[in-house]
């Protein structure tokens, strides 16, 4: 044994559900324009008073192009694993300092793919006749699939030193170096005609470097002048600095 050295090992596995609005929501699979129950958005324009016992549908139109949903027949449930290591080593008997490991990896999360994608093509514009569906259903758009196919990773070092009632002083400091990836920060709508693993990198939330801490200093009594001024002062003080979050740049023109 370590005089003074504490070590903490852990570990988890938690199971999560997938948001429910990609189920439930107006553009999700309860909103598909088939089946037994089919659902279809229509519109009237220009907009006409209702009247009572007049059928102001009767001028309206369904969307030309329809989009559909549909979920993976290889559907998992998504997990996380979580896991730490920490040694803790006290510097005498009024400060403490901490470092540590902790990671924790996304399994089976939730990935949206377009199976029914209209080709690249100079202009940018949407061609309907170029979607590999086309001729098959030439009314259907997007296709999205709902999939638990994608995963994310966070590693960390940690750092952490405290000091308690150190000549009056108590204060914190906590550094803590990282790397977060995943395939989207929220599930995002690709083609299938992009490998998905082009999109696995440093994540939208990614923040590299964080420094935070405070400090807290009791005043000691003076032994003259008013009890209300010369006791039970404080000073206190803190302070947070992080790098930066990734941005995306976009550029117009994609000709």
């Keep these: 044994a370590l005089p003074g050295v504490v ?14 609005d990609n189920f ?22 220009p907009y006409v008073a209702v009247v009572s016992g007049v059928n102001y549908f009767s ?40 470092v540590g490991y902790v990671g924790t990896e996304g399994r089976n999360l939730l990935g949206k793919l377009d199976l029914n994608p209209s080709a690249l093509n100079t202009t940018g514009n949407t061609v309907q006749s170029t979607r590999p569906y086309a001729t098959a259903f030439p009314t259907y758009g997007k296709i999205t699939e709902l999939a638990t196919n994608t ?11 405290k ?34 693993n082009r999109f696995y990198a440093t994540a ?7 420094l935070t801490g405070y400090a807290s200093y009791s005043v000691p009594p003076l032994n003259h002048g008013p009890r209300i001024l010369t006791r039970g002062w404080e000073l206190s003080s803190g302070f947070n600095f992080h790098s930066g979050q990734p941005f995306t740049i976009t550029y117009p023109d994609n000709t």
Excluded: C, M
Aim: avoid cysteine.
């Design 7 to 20: 070590i903490r090992v852990g570990a988890g596995l938690y199971y999560d559900t997938p948001a429910t």
């Design 24 to 45: 439930f929501s107006s553009g999700g699979i309860q909103s598909n324009p088939g089946g037994k129950d089919p659902v279809q958005a229509i519109t009237n324009s």
């Design 59 to 98: 001028s309206a139109k369904t969307a030309s192009i329809l989009s559909i949903y549909t979920a993976s027949q290889a559907w998992k449930t998504p997990k996380n694993y979580n896991y730490y290591l920490q040694v803790e080593k006290s510097l005498g008997s009024k400060a403490v300092l901490q």
């Design 151 to 161: 995963s994310s990773n966070y590693s960390s070092l940690q750092a952490v030193i």
């Design 163 to 196: 000091t308690s009632q150190y000549h009056g002083l108590v204060a914190q400091a906590a550094y803590t170096w990282s790397h977060n990836l995943d395939y989207f920060t929220s599930a995002t709508l690709i083609p299938n005609y992009y490998a998905l």
């Design 204 to 210: 939208y939330i990614d923040q590299a470097n964080v």
